[in-house]
């Protein structure tokens, strides 16, 4: 069970403390918006490539970007995965591919009405399966539980095809979520708020973790 801590909910006036509160975690979530394919915007490629050199801890990108084609492999150069949305691209074995040739993992994330099926066939080659359980754009949402069918559904063609994808949920995630999730076969947990937002971010990791496990 991975938990991946989102910086959205962190102070940005003071990342490098951030991040050193962290550092239990599995990967630091990175949420890149570009307020074109979401309606906010967030930060680029030169602060992702600062704060890396401030954390110990990986970085697990996920591109809420109109164009990954261009801009996915140039964040795969600065960060240990990238995870973009097959929505906004127009090609996405290729993008899959130039991730890779660079040694850096490969990720594809669905919004919560788009369907699996029609990605089937990347599966094979993925590191990670993004569902997301909120419509992406913000932290603190609510969970939505109609995804769950969905990363089922997702659990059952990871097994069968690639069982070392992680199968990544994203929003709205704390410690009731995450049972949730975790029993419909989600095994890597991004949560924001419930981490930032704790009075000791690394009690909440562990809490996150332990109920994942149940
Ligand atoms: C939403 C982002 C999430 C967000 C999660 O578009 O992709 O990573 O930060 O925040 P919480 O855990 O607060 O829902
Ligand atoms: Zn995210």
Redesign the pocket.
């Known amino acids: 069970m991975r938990i991946n801590p989102?910086i959205?909910?962190a102070d940005f006036a003071n990342m490098t403390a951030e991040l050193a509160k962290v550092e239990t975690a599995d990967m630091i979530?990175v949420?890149v918006m570009d307020s074109v394919f979401?309606p906010n915007l967030t930060f680029g490629l030169p602060v992702v490539e600062n704060w890396r050199t401030v954390s110990k801890t990986p970085f697990d990108v996920?591109l809420?970007i109109d164009d990954p084609d261009q801009w996915a492999p140039k964040y795969a150069e600065k960060s240990e995965m990238v995870t973009f949305h097959v929505e906004s691209a127009s090609d996405p074995q290729r993008i899959i591919d130039r991730i890779r040739e660079l040694g850096t993992r490969a990720g594809i994330a669905i919004k919560p009405g788009t369907p699996l099926e029609p990605y089937k066939e990347l599966i094979h080659q993925l590191d990670q399966l993004l569902v997301?359980t909120?419509e992406?754009?913000?932290?603190?949402?609510k969970f939505m539980h109609e995804v769950l069918s969905k990363i089922r559904q997702a659990r059952e063609i990871i097994d069968e095809e690639n069982p070392s994808c992680y199968l990544q949920v994203?929003?709205?995630?704390n410690s009731e979520t995450i049972v949730l999730a975790s029993e419909a076969g989600a095994d890597t947990f991004?949560?924001?708020?419930?981490i930032f937002g704790a009075e000791d971010p690394e009690q909440a990791i562990h809490q996150l973790r332990v109920a994942a496990s149940r």
């Open positions: 989102s959205l909910s979530h949420d979401v996920h809420m997301m909120v992406p754009g913000f932290g603190g949402q994203d929003g709205g995630i991004v949560a924001g708020s419930a």
